[in-house]
């Protein structure tokens, strides 16, 4: 044992020489003002027009960004035979000489993005030809057309990822990317691209294709199978039709997003569709119109002229039956549409889904049946609607909704929910109610009224930590309305009439409550405890008539407090040395009516450290009719302030000492004066000498 002692303190001797040797060439500076991490080389913003020669020569990553280099020589990489990734991107590149990349055989990530390559795009075609190994390159952002594009990718048979974006190409065909037959990924997104004919069709290990920001009009014969990911938003579409077969489609993400889609899209029979993104189109279904109208049995017929060959597609547009089978989809997104009911049976061909979104629709109902159980949805959203009712059909199952946590209905015409609804609901979180014309139960009761108005009974939900009430026009609210309920986060922002007494219908959310907005609510300072919310974290008083700052806020021990645009002259002085000046880190101000001559208050706060004060900038006070920064008062209104905030027993004395100055002056001149009368007049009454 003792014998591999020397051994192990010789092995560990080389060990630390090791590391040490690494850990100074792993940032060493290098010539240029370049920077060294391990094998990587950062030359990036340098403002260099060349390519340094004499850089490390088992550099493996050159990162040139952002420089002002405008050609790529012969000798340019000589040496550098080890490089795999060289970026060249924001330069002024217009030449890659046909010799540059002879020195690098192994290259495999290339990019050039943003440069001016549409110069002599046909000799750094040439130099491209010499990479084969290469498996990324970016070209983007260099006003290529497609004719470009054809012969700077033509010999590039290597190529798994291609970025051709930001460019001016306008028309695609099956000669372009002809020869790419290993690519994985192309990104064509912001051209100007209006039409393709069968370009994607030779590419049969295609997985990603992005054709976003362009101006196709539609996508009829969708026969990608290979494909993974598809992303054509941002153009002008306006239909989408898959190839009518029985190939299974490997397609899990399609996103048809910001388009002008008039139909719901007619999607391959067999895919792996998860995700499937329909935002922000005019798509609707037509075979129920609101004036009575059916169009169940109207087709539409596709001509499609290939070269010599015509084809008529038949369609049935207003089928509302989904021939699709859409078992694995968990995304989907019908937002910003014109879709104002749904199809009978719709959702239930979703068995999988968990995130709905509806959101800026025309739906006027909307209804839940155990025919729709929808058992995997967490997240459903129906804000900004037409809804005026919300329909539950529940049966001995009552299996409706089970794995729901958020459900946002804010931005309708609701005035009541279905009693009990969020029973079948057990894992409901959050809830968005706010902007409709909702009451919470219990209501208080009203003399000569029979029934109860309508009201959404929320007590008993165990799981509800987020809840928001903005502007639903609550009144007088008493009771306990959260009886039951684990509430962190409530928002009564907007509510006029809803604190017209006092806090106590929230004393069930003592314990819990860590968030509390009550912006905007006309609540006033006499009105208002806030002392036994001990576990409040974040606070919103603004938009509100407080005139004095509520002292029970003091024991608080808030992280973030909100009062702006209220009416607070000053805020207590000593705030700085309670729990709540303690533990505050972020405070609104502004849109105060302050005195300028009370802001001791105000200085304390810029001494708090990890305070931070957002709208600092925008805080103002008042003095003589005029608006002034506290962060800049003027000299002159210092001084005035302090004569107005002194001590008046200072001030007394002040004033007072001048005059009895004036006096004690006047009887000493006047004693000395008439000294010598006095002493006379003195001896003469007392009759006795005084001795000289």
């Excluded at 051994?7 to 500076?29: C, D, F, K, R």
């Excluded at 990317?177 to 997104?189: A, D, G, I, Y």
């Excluded at 997985?207 to 920001?213: D, E, K, S």
């Excluded at 990608?224 to 899990?252: G, H, K, M, P, Y």
């Amino acid at each position: 044992m003792e014998a591999l002692l020397p051994g192990v303190s010789l092995l560990l001797v080389l060990l630390a020489a090791g590391w040490g040797s690494e850990a100074v060439t792993a940032w060493a500076p290098s010539p240029g003002g370049c920077e060294l991490v391990w094998s990587t080389m950062d030359c990036t913003g340098r403002w260099l027009s060349s390519i340094p020669g004499n850089l490390r020569g088992d550099t493996e990553e050159l990162l040139l960004d952002d420089n002002t280099i405008q050609v790529l020589g012969n000798a340019s990489l000589l040496s550098y035979p080890q490089l795999w990734h060289l970026s060249l991107t924001r330069n002024r590149l217009e030449l890659v000489e046909p010799g540059a990349f002879l020195s690098s055989q192994g290259l495999c990530v290339l990019s050039l993005a943003d440069n001016l390559l549409f110069t002599n795009y046909s000799l750094t075609a040439a130099a491209l030809s010499a990479l084969p190994a290469l498996r990324t390159l970016d070209l983007a952002g260099n006003r290529l057309t497609e004719d470009m594009v054809s012969v700077l990718v033509w010999n590039l048979s290597s190529l798994e990822s291609l970025s051709v974006a930001r460019n001016i190409i306008m028309r695609l065909d099956s000669s372009i990317f002809m020869n790419l037959t290993q690519l994985l990924e192309l990104n064509l997104e912001k051209n100007y691209i209006f039409e393709i004919d069968q370009a994607f069709e030779g590419l049969q290990r295609l997985q990603r294709l992005n054709v976003a920001y362009n101006y196709l009009p539609c996508v009829v014969e969708f026969g990608l199978t290979q494909l993974r990911v598809l992303n054509v938003s941002n153009n002008v579409i306006e239909w989408f039709l898959a190839l009518e077969s029985d190939d299974f489609f490997e397609l899990e993400v399609l996103d048809l997003s910001h388009n002008h889609l008039l139909f719901f899209p007619v999607l391959p029979r067999q895919s792996k569709l998860r995700s499937l993104l329909l935002k922000n189109n005019e798509m609707s279904f037509y075979q129920r119109l609101p004036n009575g109208t059916s169009l169940e049995n109207v087709t539409v017929q596709f001509l499609l002229i290939d070269g010599n060959s015509t084809n008529v597609t038949t369609v049935s547009l207003w089928d509302e039956i989904c021939h699709s089978n859409l078992s694995s989809l968990r995304l989907l997104d019908m937002s910003q549409n014109q879709v104002w009911y749904l199809p009978e049976g719709f959702l239930a061909q979703m068995p999988s889904l968990t995130h709905l979104k509806l959101n800026q629709n025309c739906l006027e109902s909307f209804h839940l049946s155990e025919g729709d159980p929808l058992a995997t949805l967490t997240e459903l959203d129906l804000s900004q609607n037409r809804l005026e009712e919300l329909g539950v059909e529940v049966g001995n199952g009552g299996n409706i909704l089970p794995n729901l946590q958020l459900f946002n209905l804010s931005t309708n015409r609701l005035k009541a929910l279905p009693p009990g609804v969020f029973t079948y609901t057990r894992k409901i979180t959050t809830v968005d109610l706010s902007r409709n014309r909702v009451d919470l139960c219990p209501q208080p009761a009203v003399a000569g009224e029979v029934e109860s108005p309508p009201c959404v009974d929320i007590r008993g939900v165990e799981t509800l930590t987020h809840l928001s009430l903005a502007s639903c026009g609550l009144r007088g609210l008493g009771g306990h309305p959260f009886q039951g309920t684990s509430l962190m986060h409530l928002d009564l922002s907007d509510n006029h009439q809803a604190l017209s007494g006092d806090l106590g219908w929230l004393q069930d959310l003592t314990l819990t409550l860590q968030v509390l907005s009550l912006r905007n609510t006309t609540l006033s300072s006499t009105a208002v405890d806030f002392s036994a919310f001990n576990s409040l974290v974040h606070l919103d008083l603004s938009g509100n008539s407080l005139t004095v700052f509520p002292t029970s806020l003091g024991i608080l021990k808030l992280r973030s407090l909100d009062l702006r645009d209220n009416c607070l002259p000053a805020l207590p002085t000593d705030v700085v040395q309670t729990p709540l000046g303690k533990s505050l880190r972020e405070v609104y101000l502004s849109r105060n009516p302050y005195n300028c001559c009370t802001l001791g208050w105000w200085d304390s706060l810029q001494h708090v450290k990890g305070l931070h004060v957002p709208d600092g900038q925008e805080v103002t006070c008042s003095y003589a009719s005029r608006t002034l920064s506290p962060r800049a008062l003027p000299e002159p209104v210092r001084w005035s302030c302090r004569w107005q905030t002194a001590d008046l027993a200072l001030l007394y004395l002040v004033l007072a000492l001048p005059t009895c100055l004036t006096l004690l002056v006047a009887f000493a001149l006047i004693f000395l004066t008439l000294k010598q009368k006095l002493l006379k007049m003195v001896k003469s009454r007392c009759g006795v000498s005084s001795p000289y």
